[in-house]
């Protein structure tokens, strides 16, 4: 592993415990409380564990600036902000009103993805680990249509309360999202040295073609994984609208994505790939990739 994603496990945990250790004593603080006001419990403590994350977080990258080098502290502070995403949603998971689980699942999802990418990324890729790595900043499409999910998320919630409730379709959303990250994240370990968030346009010397394991049910066993997962997110928070947009946006992304990988793939291996594709699906729907 590259020293960075050292730098960024720890910075994950610290900010997790930490995190941790101030939910239990928010709940400590703000049990005689609760007892008296019932009906107002949850909504209080989602309330409190919201604000007390954020003032964590900003504290604690405060701190690390102080003790960062800039390219240590853009590390751990992408890391801080997701370990305290990642205990965020446990807490709102766990320890608010049922009305909130889903969102709580949503953001440990969220939380989860992008840092696990980081770090499989500084075991299999060093020498190509960044800041990118993180895929926090993907593109503009992605952060606008992430702001657009909570923004329906929160206007249905206002509107139909209970409409955020039916648990048996998150969990088919949860599941889907775990299953996502299991595809995904197994595709990355078993391509190792070959795999990269970046199209190639050059083959380097010890790129292999990887036809093995994951990679003998479908030929893109990475992108099924995040394409089944993005949709998920969305059944999660019970986002009707949002589930059928970002089906259609990541299927679009998908079918051009693959086109032009297997461009540079035909011309890296050849006959090579041109076997491997007659024998292989590409794993998404409807989606078959360049053919000569």
Known sequence: MHTYGKIGCCSFVVAVILHLCTTVFICLYLHPVEVAHQEEK????????????????????LISRLLFQEQHYQIVWRS??????????????LRCSANYTS??????????????????????RPQNLSLESFLLNHSKAYGIAALI???????????FPGFKNAYWIS?????????????RKTAMLTAFHNFDHLIRTRREEQH????????????????VGWFYWSIGTQIILCNPLCAVAYTFASWKFFHERVFEEEVTLLHFFGRDYVAYQSKVPTGLPFIHGYNM
């Open 171 to 183: 969990m088919l959303g949860l599941l889907l999202c775990i299953g996502g990250e299991i595809l």
């Open 149 to 159: 999910s909570w923004i329906e998320y929160w206007t249905e919630f206002w509107l």
């Open 80 to 93: 801080l902000l997701l370990g305290i995403g990642q205990a965020l949603g446990i807490t709102i998971a």
């Open 103 to 124: 969102l709580g699942w949503y953001i440990l999802i969220m939380s989860f993805f992008h840092f696990s990418e980081f770090v499989i990324t500084s075991v299999i």
């Open 42 to 61: 949850h909504t209080i403590g989602l309330h409190y564990i919201t604000v007390s994350s954020f003032v964590l977080l900003a504290v604690s990258c």
């Open 208 to 223: 292999q073609l990887v036809t093995t394991g994951i990679y003998s049910l479908c030929r893109h066993p990475s992108y």
